[in-house]
């Protein structure tokens, strides 16, 4: 059980070090948190406070369930901010810490430098509280199922804000399906769309984040393994440093380990620069830049990768040519892993709403589709929604206009 | 902010709360299948059913899992990696920086488990046993708030004096000065109530089933499936009302609950047999005076020719001795009802329920025809 007094002595150990190296983190608000604590806040995206909404209860208890089957823990959480949030488990033991501050502070410094995120408000905290009361005030107002079914409807088009990180207030670009109906959306009231405005930003916070999974971490990862070489540790300290640290790089096949490949590419470009070009490529890439500059036939035989092709008697693996496991490496990391969808402002009405579906060789999940499309013709367009895509080699138009489903050739 | 979580009881707990409430609305609506599932029969040491469709699932555009490749590591050791065997429990990256992934397809397909006792909450909350009649004196559907003891807190108006008085000389003897003198706070003694068991709405449940050999498998699962639920609800709702098993074919014999729900099937039917034997144990065992009386008889209709009218008759006997008497006929195939059903459908009075059933969607049916709160005694 970790006191905040030890916490700050490590700190003191990691973070001289850490500007030393370069790292510029900022200031970074520290807080020891239970392992409950960290479950509530890992099922909240690591925000303190959100909305309340059963997804997240229903998030929390996955956390739970795979916390206590081991399948994965959660050591810390930081929040993009100014100053910085770290959340760090206050169970871990002195060596642990170690380790995650010094994933914490990489995290910090890459969330200060990285160009995602340079358009991120700095005060999401007080935003997202702000939100929520908001929130809590319409369904007081307007009665819980309202705004409850709002928000079911609205998660919906949250992935679909805008594939940019550079911000075009709010559905002025075609690929903004959320700024665009939270806009037009012929019989919302006024409330309705200020909250859909407010989802739309709290979705805009986690978009970057979304983007440079396998970079942050990497990053992270790098300098956690960078600093605990040249950190003066005790034997115990030591090996529950390497511990962890082999736990964070140890690979599930089929899933993919962000935290390893991420490692594995930061490695790479250290290895051909220096830190000048490990600060570069913190400073430039989102994953799918990453991979696209980085991942070589060399890395590739080292991060042991592989194509699969799920299905639903097992996955089947097949070995293929670097070239290959890149393409669709940045084929899965491009646009965070959601397809593009775009808003056909030209056929848009108000009596009904196109949608289309960049299609890039993948094709959507049919299964739920019709209950996404009705969720937003039902309760956010109030009209016929339709989406054109290609659906195993033929253009199709699926509408949905609340009740009834219509799949038909285009 | 002070300390995470700063309102996190309020605010996570009421998500999950949420989140609960829409499992039970989904119970709800989907009781006609879990009823019907073939697996609550079982006694197999199992208390929960899968509910697949109670995922409470979010829906969302995204990719099809299924015939796209992705990129995932390889499977097997890797070059100079050791430690795959090593950490066999590491399944997944220790860490999580805050960054938005949400669940993904494959995380949504796990199926909730809900719990036999809460689907069996679901279902039985708007049942109850129909016009039962408080004043009868005998264990059953009653309770009453009495008296259970002394405490030393209460209202004024449960002051309890002679205790007081007792706890006071008490007191002043182990000090050493008999007598009763200086009455304190620690002498004041109260009298605390609660429920009790009361001998009123006295109740017993008379559960009859054919268990002839025209009985086949898909009729005997249908009323092992409404006793079944009867049972269930009556332990649940009302553990002190008493149920008397009784199976027929050409003779009826009172059986245990083991027996009843596990016997096979043979020989013919005649319905009367069974009308006796309950006439004879409500008769000497449960008099009416004392006791709400609830027969329910499921059978195929396929009663003996030359017994029709003997059944009638004791039938209607019954009625007018119990509570209500509920008579359900299980048909697999659109068949004409037989003879004894379109007599008991047209006595008059409301002590008598007919009801047939053709499906598994119908037990949940019959659950409420007979149980329902806002029970309809039209003939189903």
Known sequence: MLKPLDLAALIDRVWPLAEEQGLCPGQIHFELVGRDGLDGLASQQGMPLRYAHWSFG??????????????????????????????????????????????VLAHADFFRHNRCFREIPHDMIARMAAHRRRI???????????????????????????????????????????????????????????????????????????LTKIANEGYATFWHTRLMRKIAAGAEEAWDTARLNAQIVAVAPPALNPYRLGYQLFARIHESGGLPAVFGARDLYDDGGLVRAWFDDCLAEQAGLAVYQPRADGDKSRMAGAETVKSVLQRDLECAGMPHIRVDGVRSNPSHLYLRHVHDGRDLD??????????????????PVTLATIRQGSCREMTHDGTNWLDRDS | MGSWPPDDETHAAADKRRQQSRIREA??????????????????GRHTVKLPMFRCPEFRIR?????????????????????????????????????????????????????????????????????LDPARTAPGAGSSVEVVGIGRGGLRQQWAKKSTLLANLRRNAMAGWPGFSGLARQDLR???????????????????????GSM????????????????????????????????????????????????GASGGTVSSSVYRLALDILVERFPADRYNAYAFHFTD????????????????????????????????????????????????????????????????????????????????
């Open chain 2, 63 to 131: 990719f099809g899992w299924h015939d796209t490749e992705r990129v995932g590591q390889a499977p097997g050791g890797l070059p100079g990696d050791t430690n795959g065997a090593a950490c066999p429990s590491a399944q997944a990256p220790g860490m999580n920086s805050a960054a938005g992934g949400d669940g993904s397809a494959a995380e949504d397909e796990t199926e909730d488990r809900v719990p036999l006792e809460e689907v069996s909450a679901e279902v039985f909350a708007d049942l109850a046993l129909p016009d």
């Open chain 2, 301 to 380: 209709g396929g009663n003996l020719t030359s017994d029709n009218a003997i059944a009638l008759e004791t039938g209607a006997r019954l009625a007018s001795l119990a509570t209500l008497f509920g008579y359900s006929e299980i048909h697999d195939s659109e068949r004409h009802p037989s003879p004894l059903f379109r007599g008991f459908s047209q006595l008059p009075g409301p002590g008598l329920g007919v009801m047939l059933l053709h499906s598994q969607e119908d037990i949940l049916r019959a659950l409420f025809h007979f149980f329902g709160k806002s029970r309809d005694t039209s003939r189903a």
């Open chain 2, 27 to 44: 119970i709800r609506s989907n009781l006609g299948d879990l009823v019907r599932e073939r697996k609550i029969l079982g006694s197999d």
């Open chain 1, 136 to 210: 809590a005030g319409w369904s007081g107002q307007y009665g819980s199922q309202a705004v409850e079914s709002l928000i079911d409807a609205a998660q919906v088009l949250m992935d679909f804000t805008g594939e940019s990180t550079r911000d075009a207030a709010g559905g002025l670009t075609a690929d903004d399906v959320m700024g665009y109906v939270a806009r037009r959306a012929p019989l919302l009231t006024q409330w309705e769309r200020e909250c859909l405005a407010d989802l739309r930003t709290e979705a805009r916070y986690f978009w970057p984040q979304q």
């Open chain 1, 366 to 383: 049919f299964a739920e589709l019709p209950s996404a499309l009705k969720l937003v013709a039902g309760r956010i367009w109030q009209a």
């Open chain 1, 58 to 103: 229903k998030s929390y208890q996955r956390v739970k369930d795979a916390n206590a089957f081991q399948r994965s823990q959660v050591y810390e959480l930081v929040v993009n901010s100014d100053p910085a949030y770290a959340f760090i488990d206050s169970c871990g033991t002195r060596g642990q810490a170690l380790l995650i501050i010094a994933h």
């Open chain 2, 190 to 212: 109260f009298w605390v109530s609660g429920p009790v068991a009361a001998e009123q709405g006295g109740a017993v449940v008379l559960a009859m089933m054919d268990t002839s």
């Open chain 2, 216 to 263: 086949g498998t898909f009729e005997k699962y249908l009323a092992k499936s409404f006793f079944f639920w009867t049972v269930e609800f009556l332990r649940r709702n009302y553990p002190q009302v008493e149920i008397v098993f009784l199976a027929h074919d050409v003779r009826a014999r009172e059986v245990d609950e083991e027996t009843f729900f596990h016997r």
